[in-house]
């Protein structure tokens, strides 16, 4: 059973506007999340996260929610450029700091 | 910024045949790990180290092996390649304590007929 999920395969969005990408975990236990960008032939490239004693960080255009009785976080990136264009993967942590990934999301921003 | 390097990039190579996957980096961290990932799929963790002599299979069962005899270079060997290994394989590693972002290298794309 997947521990994480991004039911979004697919999220295309018009350049200057917000893109809003969502993780949902089942463990309650996992108190580390992290998201990462993955362009074609490369690796993940570690983008932001976020621990469990908070429900907001910031970095620049990308901001992390988490919503803990939801068991739900978010990537917003606002304003998207075409330079976002990738696969973005959430990953989860637990007391092992071992990280379980979601199966990605592939965003588009159309110029 | 990290610096994680996998050699080779891309690998087409013929079933029974012994392959060995390079992965280095240069920071110093302690934790290391492979990750097998499919187009449109999750990574999976297939083998992972906290150091020096220490290996340990990942929540994905492989018939990969690994090794750790130095604390830069932790290589992973398939002894017989079969399509079924057709895949990305993916090299990461961690500052010691208590971090958890790991830094991924650029990956090998390995390729089975």
């Known amino acids: 059973d997947q521990q994480v999920k991004q039911n979004s395969p697919s999220l295309s969005v018009q350049e200057g506007r917000i893109s809003i990408l969502n993780c949902d975990y089942t463990?309650?236990?996992?108190?580390?999340f992290l998201w990462y960008k993955k362009y074609p032939a490369e690796g993940p490239t570690f983008l932001i996260s976020?621990?469990?004693?908070?429900d907001k960080n910031e970095d620049g255009r990308f901001t992390v929610f988490l919503n803990k009785s939801a068991k739900h976080l978010s990537l917003h990136i606002v304003p998207s450029q075409p330079g976002d264009s990738a696969v973005y993967f959430c990953a989860v942590s637990g007391s092992a700091r071992q990280l379980t990934f979601g199966s990605g999301t592939q965003l588009t921003v159309l110029p | 910024e990290a610096d994680i390097y996998q050699t080779p990039r891309y690998l087409v190579i013929g079933t029974g045949k012994k392959i060995t996957l390079e992965c280095s980096q240069t920071?110093?961290?302690?934790?290391m790990y492979w990750y097998q990932q499919d187009p449109g799929m999750e990574l999976h963790l297939i083998h992972y180290?906290?150091?020096?002599?220490?290996?340990e299979k990942g929540d994905l069962s492989s018939e990969s092996t690994v090794s750790r005899i130095r604390t830069e270079h932790f290589p992973l060997t398939l002894e017989s390649a079969r399509p079924s290994h057709t895949s990305q394989y993916l090299c990461?590693?961690?500052?010691?304590?208590?971090?958890?972002?790991?830094?991924f290298g650029p990956g090998t794309r390995l390729t089975v007929t």
């Open positions: 990461a590693s961690s500052l010691p304590g208590g971090s958890y972002e790991q830094y």
């Open positions: 180290s906290y150091g020096v002599n220490s290996t």
């Open positions: 920071m110093g961290h302690d934790k």
């Open positions: 463990n309650s236990m996992f108190d580390y």
């Open positions: 976020i621990s469990s004693i908070k």
